[in-house]
């Protein structure tokens, strides 16, 4: 069984190689596909792929950032690979906290084609805050040392099954392919770095802030809006277990209901729509 990964970056220069060096400890190959980067992204990531063969610069373009951009290194190797491998969404900032192989062993069991990820949010606080105030903080040291405080709140596909003769139709803009039913019971926890310090944090939020994908997300484009109060995180210290904290898994819950909601009131809407323009098309009024 092979694991590969596909890894869409932007402007990420501060923290792709942390990224990509770990990954290779899990992954047999990792695609990077750069969204316009304006930064040393690609320059590090093509570095990078001189000294470990699993990593492969596939491409850079400039096309408007879509989760189905990452079918376009899918449709053109998957057939390379059998049904019995898997491929792993890997975004810039993130670090599998666990050896996903025994993980998708239980999902091959349970015949399941997706295994979902508890995201381990790490935020930047009123610590950090003071540390990078007085010259204590720099992106010279590991991200696991400068950033400790962590909530569970968030759950998404993160790994899935190959289907050799089936491509993934990239204008559905799904996070992985079409033809994928069953999801894993078990989860897999994945660590994720998206706050790491004022200035990347403001690059961050206007590059995100009033794009189409991530306005429920990114509400403001100031980055002191995202510091935390390190009280209500967990703080993690090196070989303790994962904490799970009810106000994390409480927001996942709430947010899920609300989009599944929002969801069926947006297809009930657009229904209306079709039936309407429907109407006016065939009785001209």
Not at 86 to 99: K, N, Q, R, T, V
Not at 186 to 208: A, C, S, T
Not at 249 to 275: D, E, F, I, M, T
Request: charged share 35%; hydrophobic share 35%.
């Amino acid at each position: 069984m092979k694991l590969n990964a596909i890894c869409l970056v932007k402007n990420e220069d501060d923290i792709i190689e942390q990224t990509l060096t770990y990954a290779t400890r899990h992954c047999d190959r990792i695609f990077v596909i750069d969204n316009g980067s304006t930064d040393r992204t690609w320059e590090i990531t093509r570095e990078l792929a001189g000294r470990y063969p699993q990593i492969v610069p596939f491409e850079q373009t400039t096309l408007p950032y879509d989760d189905g951009l990452r079918a376009r290194v899918y449709n053109q190797v998957h057939g390379e690979f059998t049904d019995d491998d898997w491929w792993m969404i890997l975004d810039s900032d993130e670090f599998l906290a666990e050896d996903p192989k025994p993980v998708i062993e239980t999902a091959v069991r349970q015949k399941a084609d997706i295994i979902r990820s508890w995201q381990i949010q790490f935020y930047f606080t009123e610590r950090d805050l003071k540390d990078w105030e007085e010259g204590r903080d720099s992106n010279d040291r590991p991200i696991f040392q400068r950033r400790r405080h962590y909530l569970i709140n968030w759950q998404e596909p993160r790994l899935f099954r190959n289907q050799r003769t089936r491509p993934w139709n990239a204008l559905r803009s799904s996070t992985v392919p079409d033809g994928l039913k069953k999801v894993c019971r078990r989860r897999i926890l994945n660590r994720h770095y998206q706050f790491r310090d004022p200035e990347q944090i403001e690059k961050r939020l206007r590059l995100r802030f009033g794009h189409p994908s991530f306005r429920a997300h990114v509400r403001s484009a100031e980055w002191r809006s995202v510091v935390r109060d390190s009280r209500e995180l967990c703080r993690y210290v090196k070989g303790e277990s994962w904490r799970f904290k009810f106000a994390g898994v409480a927001y996942y819950y709430r947010k899920s209901l609300y989009n599944l909601v929002r969801a069926k009131y947006q297809g009930g809407l657009g229904k209306l729509r079709k039936v309407l323009l429907m109407g006016k098309g065939k009785n001209g009024i």
